[in-house]
């Protein structure tokens, strides 16, 4: 991240009145102003009935350029709020991203950790009925091709590749729940177009081939590479993911951070 972006600065927010709510809802100093669905933590807080229940918050915890069929006040990302959540300051904002990523995977039955800079997810040990979205219907279809596509468009595809693939062998491995329709449609959101009509923004179709440039560049780096002597095999043991529950909570610098209670 360069420090010379103009969209670096902390208190760097959008014109766009809506997206100024957005920004402040997502920043670390500005979890106490209201937002139209109470604040970040007290989402994130939420327990797993209430987030089935409630159909107007995943809109603010994965923003995307266009508009919401279920939420008509949901903010719409423009070129400038993308920008300020790519090159934010110490990336507190994607930091956040994650946050509401790790909290929506412990909604759908996965634990979640980053090691160097990669995700990981691991299934929270129980019965099939962990996973409510291992349905043929079910509404949180939809929120995961949200969450896929807003990922993308806010600069965390790794993020949205590792989710595709964690749904996708889940729904393999416990017996196809899911639909081809809606595995396709997952598919589309993860590495499809960053709109979903013709009539998608200019800016948002130039974005979208330059990380498909940034992307391409980095794939034929990491080809070049030297491989490592040394690699730890697929079959080396795994950390325990048993937990009881998962706690999100404030640190001293003021920013957001989770814990686990373990068993």
């Given at each position: 991240?360069?420090?010379?972006?103009?969209?670096?600065?902390?208190?760097?927010?959008?014109?766009?009145?809506?997206?100024?709510?957005?920004?402040?809802?997502?920043?670390?100093?500005?979890?106490?102003?209201?937002?139209?669905?109470?604040?970040?933590?007290?989402?994130?807080?939420?327990?797993?009935?209430?987030?089935?229940?409630?159909?107007d918050?995943?809109?603010?915890?994965?923003?995307?350029?266009?508009?919401?069929?279920?939420?008509?006040?949901?903010?719409?990302?423009?070129?400038?709020?993308?920008?300020?959540?790519?090159h934010?300051?110490?990336?507190?904002?994607?930091?956040?991203?994650?946050?509401?990523l790790?909290?929506?995977m412990?909604?759908?039955?996965?634990?979640?950790?980053?090691?160097?800079?990669?995700?990981?997810t691991?299934?929270?040990e129980?019965p099939?009925?962990?996973f409510?979205?291992?349905?043929?219907?079910?509404?949180?279809?939809?929120?995961?091709?949200?969450?896929?596509?807003?990922?993308?468009?806010?600069?965390?595809?790794?993020?949205?590749?590792?989710?595709y693939?964690?749904?996708?062998?889940?729904?393999?491995?416990?017996?196809?729940?899911?639909?081809?329709?809606?595995?396709?449609?997952?598919?589309?959101?993860?590495?499809?177009?960053?709109?979903?009509?013709?009539?998608?923004?200019?800016?948002?179709?130039?974005?979208?081939?330059?990380?498909?440039?940034?992307?391409?560049?980095?794939?034929?780096?990491?080809?070049?590479?030297?491989?490592?002597?040394?690699?730890?095999?697929?079959?080396?043991?795994?950390?325990?993911y048993?937990?009881?529950?998962?706690?999100?909570?404030?640190?001293?610098?003021?920013?957001?951070?989770?814990?686990?209670?373990?068993?």
């Amino acid at each position: 991240m360069s420090e010379q972006s103009p969209y670096s600065r902390p208190d760097r927010l959008p014109t766009e009145p809506r997206l100024r709510e957005l920004l402040l809802f997502y920043h670390v100093n500005g979890h106490d102003e209201q937002s139209p669905k109470g604040s970040f933590i007290d989402i994130l807080r939420l327990p797993d009935e209430d987030l089935e229940k409630k159909h107007d918050f995943i809109q603010w915890l994965f923003p995307l350029a266009e508009e919401s069929v279920h939420n008509s006040n949901a903010p719409i990302l423009d070129e400038e709020t993308v920008l300020i959540f790519r090159h934010h300051h110490d990336d507190w904002l994607r930091e956040n991203v994650k946050l509401a990523l790790q909290r929506m995977m412990w909604f759908y039955g996965y634990d979640t950790v980053w090691r160097d800079g990669k995700l990981e997810t691991a299934e929270i040990e129980g019965p099939r009925q962990k996973f409510r979205w291992l349905t043929p219907s079910s509404h949180n279809h939809l929120r995961i091709s949200r969450m896929l596509k807003s990922l993308r468009i806010l600069g965390m595809p790794h993020e949205a590749e590792v989710v595709y693939d964690t749904f996708r062998r889940t729904n393999i491995i416990w017996g196809d729940g899911v639909s081809d329709a809606t595995l396709e449609h997952w598919k589309l959101a993860a590495d499809g177009p960053y709109g979903s009509s013709e009539d998608a923004p200019d800016w948002l179709v130039n974005l979208q081939e330059a990380d498909e440039v940034m992307a391409a560049d980095l794939r034929d780096a990491q080809a070049q590479a030297p491989k490592p002597l040394h690699q730890i095999p697929a079959s080396a043991p795994r950390p325990s993911y048993r937990k009881k529950g998962l706690i999100f909570t404030k640190t001293e610098d003021g920013r957001f951070a989770t814990r686990y209670i373990y068993v």
